[in-house]
């Protein structure tokens, strides 16, 4: 729980120190987005580790997949059953979905 907080609280701190300009509208909302619905089991930042072990970090995903087949993943209802029992259904809106993308595109710049 403790640990659960701090991160918490760095995920807050990293959130300021981002420089606000470099972001789309798009991926801001993204941000908002993955950071209420994701953050408790993934890292969603450039930084940090996931507070579930099992959960990739965001910032990974463009390895692992087309960031574009994703947001189909997304659409359908999210990589059905991902992560086990614990895993919440997600069921986005296309906008909402549109700005998730934008916002793992930014943090997974082609390295
Ligand atoms: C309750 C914990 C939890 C939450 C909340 C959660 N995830 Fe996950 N997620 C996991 C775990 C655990 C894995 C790894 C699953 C595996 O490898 O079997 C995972 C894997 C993934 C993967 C990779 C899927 C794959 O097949 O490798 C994606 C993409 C993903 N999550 C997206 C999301 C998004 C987007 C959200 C928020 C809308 C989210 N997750 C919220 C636990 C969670």
């Known amino acids: 729980m403790i640990a659960l907080r701090l991160?918490?609280?760095?995920?807050?701190?990293?959130?300021m120190a981002a420089p606000a300009s470099a972001q789309?509208?798009?991926a801001k909302?993204?941000?908002?987005?993955?950071?209420a619905n994701c953050a408790e089991c993934h890292a969603v930042l450039r930084t940090g580790e996931?507070?579930?072990?099992?959960a990739p970090p965001f910032r990974t995903l463009g390895q692992r997949y087309?960031?574009?087949?994703?947001?189909?993943?997304?659409?359908?209802?999210?990589?059905?059953?991902?992560?086990g029992a614990d895993m919440p259904h997600f069921v986005?809106?296309?906008?909402?979905?549109?700005?998730?993308?934008?916002y793992l595109k930014q943090i997974n710049r082609q390295r």
């Open 50 to 54: 996931s507070p579930n072990a099992k």
């Open 66 to 83: 087309k960031l574009d087949d994703l947001q189909e993943a997304l659409a359908e209802g999210i990589v059905v059953g991902h992560g």
């Open 24 to 26: 789309s509208a798009s």
């Open 92 to 102: 986005f809106e296309p906008a909402e979905i549109d700005d998730i993308i934008a």
């Open 7 to 15: 991160f918490a609280l760095t995920l807050a701190g990293l959130a």
């Open 29 to 35: 909302r993204g941000e908002a987005i993955v950071k």
